[in-house]
């Protein structure tokens, strides 16, 4: 038998933790975790980004015990490894290897690496008394908001102004590990059919709502079948609603709808938008390089849109002067509402980030409802919790705009994970982001 090639042999742990620690580092110092983990090796990316993701969800509790532990900050790389391996331990229940294996390969990395060996010695030194005192420890830090929630304080804060009855059941839903949940196209399959497909390939998916499915286990996407050809994207329920909210009644003024998708990248609701209809789809984004991913997008799904890379703030340097059916606003924002899939986020949000980034969605407004015909229609939609970013967005904008016309939307959809929440009317299984819709109705001209 040929042994094993040493590329196939899984990487180490002490090599993933230090991989690990630099994305936790990169996220502190105002980087977002998506550049920080493309940087690393490709062998160690996937493990890393499991391990970074576990660690930013729990670098509040993190943080307060390292602060217990040592009272003085280690220089920053130190740093970063020491908290990311108390986010990784702290709870026994919940980590991804044995604690005192991560305390060990914690300070193997700390040796192996240039900028921490002169710290190893203090790194465990504190991991092992955190072993050793981690009731107590953990007790301590009971009473910080921050190391409760592992969120900012801010954002604590606003979460309980904004959803009051809810504010705990959204943390808890923010720091749970999401499913992976897939759109089935409608012009090739039904999620029925699509999960038997799946099911003869020995992957368990389950239907949820109309167009999705959800996947018992995470996979790359290249080994789902139907992938690949485009009868499958991935895409979560909450965000599933977005086509069918803009689609529903609407009538084109001609012979097929005219539509735009503003600031559309990747282009996940262009392509629902032209699987559920046969219309003419423009999809906007300011980015070329976004713009490129539209286009790779509906490539693989094999639909065609006009994709153009333009600032939808300013119709005047794109617009043709022909009024839309339907313009789908997914506006730029703080993301609190899918932290879940990207708990980097709080982390790198600012609390003056919600003011600049509602002034930003209003001038969005501003901008494009004029483009609506008369009797068309506008959806406003945000992946945000936040109220500024939703609810009194759109009252603003109703009150400086008589002829708009609020319709029946979700609203404010908060984030859940599990059977037992609440689904949306698209999710019976109750595990989306959080989101907002809202549906403007033109009056008749």
């Known amino acids: 038998m040929t042994p094993a090639s040493p590329a196939a042999a899984a990487p180490p742990l002490w090599s993933l933790l230090q991989a690990t620690a630099g994305v936790v580092r990169a996220v502190g110092e105002g980087t977002s975790a998506t550049p920080a983990l493309a940087a690393v090796p490709a062998p160690l990316r996937a493990g890393t980004q499991a391990l970074a993701f576990q660690a930013l969800r729990h670098l509040g509790r993190a943080q307060a015990l390292r602060t217990l532990l040592a009272r003085r900050a280690p220089p920053a790389p130190a740093d970063a490894l020491l908290r990311t391996g108390l986010a990784l331990c702290w709870d026994p229940a919940q980590a991804p290897y044995e604690p005192h294996t991560l305390v060990n390969q914690a300070v193997e990395a700390a040796k192996r690496d240039r900028a921490t060996a002169g710290q190893s010695s203090f790194i465990n030194a504190c991991l092992r008394r955190f072993l050793r005192e981690r ?162 997008t509906l490539q693989r799904l094999g639909l065609p849109a006009r994709v153009l890379a333009a600032d939808a703030a300013r119709p005047e340097a794109w617009w043709d002067g022909v009024s839309f059916d339907g313009i789908l606003l997914d506006a730029p924002c703080t993301a609190s509402g899918i932290v879940r899939r990207h708990p980097d986020v709080r982390w790198l949000r600012r609390e003056s980030d919600i003011a600049s980034l509602a002034a930003a969605q209003a001038a969005l407004l501003t901008a494009l409802w004029p483009l609506v015909r008369p009797g068309g229609r506008l959806l406003y939609c945000t992946c945000s919790i936040f109220r500024a970013e939703g609810q009194a967005q759109i009252g603003s904008f109703l009150a400086h705009n008589t002829d708009a016309v609020l319709g029946p939307a979700p609203g404010h959809l908060i984030p859940q994970s599990g059977a037992k929440a609440a689904p949306v009317p698209d999710n019976s299984a109750g595990d989306h982001d959080g989101f907002f819709y809202a549906v403007l109705d033109k009056r008749p001209g």
């Not at 996940?268 to 699987?275: I, M, R, S, W």
Request: charged share 20%.
């Open 135 to 296: 009731e107590a420890l953990v007790v301590r830090t009971e009473g910080s908001p921050v190391a409760r929630w592992n969120h900012p304080s801010w954002w604590i804060t606003r979460v309980r102004q904004d959803h009051p009855q809810q504010w705990e059941d959204i943390l808890r839903a923010s720091n749970a590990q999401p499913p992976m949940t897939l759109r089935v196209n409608a012009r090739r399959a039904t999620p029925q059919s699509q999960a038997e497909v799946l099911a003869a390939a020995g992957i368990a998916a389950y239907p949820a709502g109309t167009h999705g499915l959800v996947l018992q286990r995470p996979l790359p996407v290249h080994q789902i079948p139907g992938f690949d050809d485009g009868v499958l994207s991935v895409q979560d329920a909450a965000a599933q609603l977005a086509a069918p909210l803009l689609l529903r009644g609407l009538a084109p003024a001609g012979d097929r709808l005219r539509i735009l998708d503003a600031c559309a990248a990747p282009g996940g609701k262009t392509a629902h938008l032209l699987e559920l209809a046969d219309a003419d789809v423009t999809a906007l984004d300011v980015d070329p390089q976004r713009c490129e991913r539209i286009t790779q």
